[in-house]
């Protein structure tokens, strides 16, 4: 993708396609002037951020700096500009595995668009765990997807280093911060902050709960009562209704999803992961040699674009949008009609 300049007036922001860290955080899909390429930037006020946040964010920007992987989404540069931190990310045209159950696959998306999905996952966390990191932060708004169907794991703010004075602790006690919405996907180790701690394998679990999670979209009916967080999954810019979405009926997805069914490696795939014990859930380097990848015939590349119809990637674009309008890929997308979620339940 190249190298991209540290300089605000490089980047025409076109419109606003998410949001995050308690909405400290816009992501904007942005044009490069110098080359024409659209980008993503994230842009964080930093004037409303506390210093512990600040200090936070500096350890995502640091592990950006040290990791390489076609799994995991790159930093292509980070700069400050004014009072806003940003920073330049290749734009994933078909959003997040979050944007596409709440846009189009509402009942879930079919098995073998999973598959392709957690494959991708999982190639990020057997990279990320073998760094000594464990993530903390697996859920489906970051999982991204090109254009081209590669998969990208995203989400680097709450990871978290095993390595102590050179030497890597078998266990992590630290209870990571500013990621309420991620509650409902952690394991339940994490949750218990207890002496015995967790490690890698929580990842794990929240892998399990993001296959659980693409398969019937189950946080629609996930209460914050319940949960004691609102994970969001289907709210604000890219998932209201408006990214990706075609008009059409789900009709790529499996069906609805208690009229679906499984295959058995599947179950057992899922049931691994979300085992109570982690002494008893594989590692990512295991679960990618799992049967129920066996499905997987053709790269990413060939296959995902065609699962994912009839949604398409963002190809069009329209620079006279308004820079913070949450609405305006729905203009992006004129022409398509959009999906009602106006009664989904959290
Ligand atoms: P949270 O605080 O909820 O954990 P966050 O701060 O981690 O959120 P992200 O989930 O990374 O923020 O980004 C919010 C959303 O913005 C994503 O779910 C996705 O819809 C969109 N997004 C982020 N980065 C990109 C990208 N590179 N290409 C396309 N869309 C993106």
Redesign the pocket.
Known sequence: MGSFLPDSSSYELLTV??????DL?T?NLARYRPTGIHV?I?RIDLESCTNDMVTYLQGELHVSKLFHHPSI?PYKSVFIAENELWVI?????Y??A??LICTHFTDGMSELTISYILLGMLKALQYIHHMGYVHR?VKA??V?ISADGQVCM??L?SIFSLIRHGQRAKVVHDFPQY?V??LPWLSPEVLQQNLQGYDSRSDIYSLGITAFILIKNYELSMKPSRSGADS?ICEGP??GGVRHSNGEPSSSSGGHPYNRTFSPHFHAFVELCLQRDPEKRPSATTLINHPFFKQIKRQPSEALPELLRPVSPITSFDSSQPQDSPSGLASLESGLSHLEVDDWDF
């Open positions: 396609i998410g949001r995050g860290l308690d955080m992501v993503a994230r989404l990310t290749p734009f994933m045209a959003g997040s979050r944007d932060s708004s970051h991204l995203s989400g703010r990621s919405k991620v969001g890219g998932a």
